[in-house]
């Protein structure tokens, strides 16, 4: 349906992380959110590419003072929530953030999933479950962040 990305660890912290995606496939993504993003407080030449690949499949590409960091991607649906599922290769690690998108006002935000979450799972169905019933609670998620699709 829709999906954005935030830098894990370098740009906001440490959102919680997981060797799972939250689904075995994707869910078809918006077309709007493909192009360039850029959050608020954004440093000169800072901004986030998304590119669409296949199986609903998302190239991510940060860009900024130190380079182009690149993660891949994709949307899930759990427990009344939408998430984007971030690929780190080089930490062999999916990040993930709630994702709402408001295309009258042309923003995305990214909600971190809480870096308090201590719990460590076996399995991807495993790890499913506990976010479908645990996203309903306020502990569950804790930094917004908003981008703003930028014009080209």
Do not use: Q
């Amino acid at each position: 349906m829709f999906a954005l990305v935030a830098t894990t660890v370098m740009l906001w912290g440490c959102p919680y992380s997981s060797n799972f995606a939250l689904s075995d496939t994707y869910k078809p993504v918006d077309k709007f959110l493909v192009g360039n993003w850029i959050e608020e407080y954004a440093g000169e030449g800072e901004y986030i590419g998304i590119s669409l690949k296949e199986n609903n499949k998302l190239l991510i590409e940060k860009h900024g003072s130190d380079g182009v960091t690149t993660y891949t991607g994709g949307v899930s649906s759990l427990g009344g929530h939408t998430f984007l599922n971030v690929y780190d290769e080089g930490m062999s690690s999916y990040y993930y953030y709630e994702i709402k998108l408001d295309k009258t006002a042309g923003t995305v935000t990214l909600t971190e999933v809480s870096e308090y979450i201590d719990e460590k799972f076996d399995t991807a169905e495993a790890l499913r479950l506990f976010f479908t019933e645990n996203a309903k609670n306020s502990y569950f998620f804790t930094t917004d962040h908003v981008y703003t699709k930028k014009a080209n």
